[in-house]
């Protein structure tokens, strides 16, 4: 080994040796298998379950560089809610096989001409890491009222994930979006 | 000897891989799915949706998908690629860092210390204007300049989501200066701010929306300071104003200040906090600049406990929990460890963390939307005056010299350059009346609303700049009929539902009468015409050909 590989070697050990962790209690990092993961999605106003709502888990991980640690896109995973409003999401062999530092999965969850999750929602309120683990529980998204609204609701989505990884996502979002007068994105798009 | 920026590959390499070697330091900066979030609440927040609507007629503004996204996710796209680690610049976040108390060629990551050892990258404000990397302000104003004026609509496409991912990567750089570490020299590894920044992202989504929701504008004067010799762009300034000279913290509270000298001046970075070695130590904050008080603190276990703080109370900014006190002790009298071994050294917990959010995230919204209402700030506007184009320069406060093109678009979307004039307009002012040329032999506009003029030269302090206007404008209630008839050859027909009467009906005048002059001689009196109706009070269809426009 040459001695600027051995300096980049050294440099990369170090540096996955010294990945951040948080210091209050919550572990973001996946130990293993968290799901399957579960809820339910409803009209904030009705009280009524939302049925054909995409669902979209999407795990990070921490990649370590020389020098640097960066939080990247790892995997993604949708699921549609059933006609009572309800979703499971299995991801077994995808979390134990996750590299190390790969992060608990955070959540999408939208329906056309609702305020998506975890934006918009309505409840439930605060922290809102692993609450779709065990047995889940009730996600009230908003209708929205006005065109503008629904404008600033669609506008962050979709996320930076693989397109081909989110079809239910895209074909939602773009529903909404030819609703909207807007064009469509993704592989529509082009 | 090849180099990166102004510094030698050889040590702005083999430095920091060494030096990490024996430090185990990692540099830090927001994560990237933090800076995507604030660029895109920046570019929501800024104009630039109005101005690409209402100066350019891209009807969706920021929703426009341009080469398979929107500009909107070109612009998170260029504030996840600034990051990069090996495409393009090897290890890119070198040059993500500036210590706004340095001499700015001086002012860049430099290991071990922040004012001693070797300087491994250029500081982050020479970066974002260095012509010879991919994705700095001249170039992204290379590529709006390209989207403006390519032949084909793919190449213009294509450059118009390069501008947005190069602004992406632009204010990527600003947001940077709103993480203390970034601008006191100090890369940190371990849990620290940027982690509790998206922590609170990933889990506390509307905790993190309330942070971005009111941008902290940095207010107009920054525009008009004296431009620094090592990165004339008056954008340098909104990281850095050379106003805070260690000396005197209350003015990184009074605009026009710097992002980098406001975080400097008034907040920690974790190995940055009160050191004793001088080489490794800010002047504020100071001792002088807290007050020791307690804090009611909720545990997410639900349990309520009393911490003690240093709150921030003098010297600049005031009012939140500055560092811990003692927290070390207090874990270690708590669980009857030896009181001995800790260390009294002030801390950041997530608590403090979350003060300092409330108070930089907002700024890094803010200054990222002056960064892009800056770079499309121009305003120029058109009208015809008799046979004779006028333009005037309508951006505030700023005189512009340099090329005005006027283009137009056929049919098949090839862009046409028309005319090109050299002027210098001081704000406010007039062109000359200048001469339409005929259109190229063969090439046709599209439609009135084909036509635009783009301006490239001196915008003010911006030596490079770009400004286009598409020339429809003021709307008009109604639907109108524009038609222009040469020889019995209808040349344009169109129905605008928003229609313009002028400019755009004398600029098809003053089209016919080139075509008339250049190519066929006379125009047939009873067979040409350019003319503006109603749809149902169409010329010739109702036999009620109006004298306007009529030739």
Redesign the interface.
Known sequence: VSP?GA??L??WL??F??A???????Q?YLDGYHGPYRGRVIDAETQRPLAGAVVVAVW?RVR?????????YYEAREVLTNADGRFILHAKELEERAPDKT?RP?FIIFAPGYGWF??FHTSP?????GIFEGSGVTVELPRLKTRQER??AV??LPP?VSEGKIPHLLRLLNTE?LGL??????PE?? | MKTIGSVPFRWSV?V???T??AT?????AY???TH??IS?RAL?ASSVHDVLRNALALE?G????VA???L??WI??GS?RE?D?VSGTL?R??YHFHNPLQPWDEAGLRYPEPYRGQQVATSSILWSQDPNQSWSWPKTRDHYREALTAKKKRDRDTALAKTFRGLGQVIHLIQDAASPAHTRND?H????YE?LV??VQ?????AF?RWLAVPVRPGDDWMWLRPHLLAPLPISRLIDTDRYERNNPWVSTEPPIGLAEYANANFFSEDRIWPNDPARSFPYPARSSVLVSNSQIRL??GEWVTRQYYQKTADGDVGYRLATVGFLRDYFLRYNLDPARADSRPAL??IVYRDYAERLLPRAVGYSVAALDYFFRGQLDARLDGDGLVIVNDTPGEIMAGTFALYFDTSDDERVPLGEWTLTLPPKASSPRLTLPAPPKGKHPRSLDSFHLVFRGSLGAEGNAVAARRLTREPVRGVWQVSVLYNDRMWIDSTYSDAIVSPLAGLAECLLRRLRDLRRGPADPRKSWAHLSSPRRRPGAHGDRAPRGSL
């Open positions: 600027w300096a980049f050294a440099a170090v540096g040796s010294a951040p962790a948080d210091a209050q209690g919550w973001h990070s370590t560089f020389p020098l640097h640690s960066s939080t990247v992060l955070t975890p934006q309120q605060g922290f809102t890491g404008l600033d506008r962050p930076s979006r007068g807007l064009q469509p994105v993704g798009a082009r | 083999v920091p891989i060494l990490i070697v185990g330091a990692i540099a830090q994560e990237t799915p995507q979030a895109e929501i969706q920021i929703d426009q998908v398979g996204a929107t909107l996710q998170r796209t996840l990051d680690h290890l976040f070198r890369p590894a371990g849990y620290n982690s998206l922590s990933s889990d506390e989504a509307a929306q997410r276990s917990d997530e």
